[in-house]
Nanobody, 123 residues
Framework: QVQLVESGGGLVQAGGSLRLSCAAS????????MGWFRQAPGKEREFVAA????????YYADSVKGRFTVSRDNAKNTVYLQMNSLRPEDTAVYYC????????????????WGRGTQVTVSS
């Protein structure tokens, strides 16, 4: 079992930046990918970004490409999501997730989830 705790959410004006953190504990050695997802009110939870735990390969949704950066610190068992040029449509609860699968895009492939952190972008 892997425990995930997100932090760093908050209220920011459009154009601003936030950095989310996801601290992992437990059986982290089995993880292949760490992902970030988000869920806005009334919408499905959607993929935002993912990073491979070993090689550091990164993947992004088209909606955030060029604005968000996912990174990891293996020594700290922590994954980060740097969010720049934030837009009101980025407002959502952001979730960190871990998977032992290679299918990093699919929500159902992730076995472990954090409780989420709220990001609100005002216009």
């Amino acid at each position: 079992q892997v425990q995930l705790v997100e932090s760093g959410g908050g209220l920011v004006q459009a154009g601003g930046s936030l950095r989310l953190s996801c601290a992992a504990s437990g059986r982290t050695v089995s993880n292949k990918y760490m992902g970030w997802f988000r869920q806005a009110p009334g919408k499905e939870r959607e993929f935002v970004a993912a990073i491979s735990w070993s090689g550091g390969r990164t993947y992004y949704a088209d909606s955030v490409k060029g604005r968000f950066t996912v990174s990891r610190d293996n020594a700290k068992n922590t994954v980060y999501l740097q969010m720049n040029s934030l837009r009101p449509e980025d407002t959502a609860v952001y979730y960190c997730a871990a998977t032992i699968s290679n299918i990093y895009l699919v929500r159902s492939e992730y076995e472990n989830w954090g409780r989420g952190t709220q990001v609100t972008v005002s216009s």
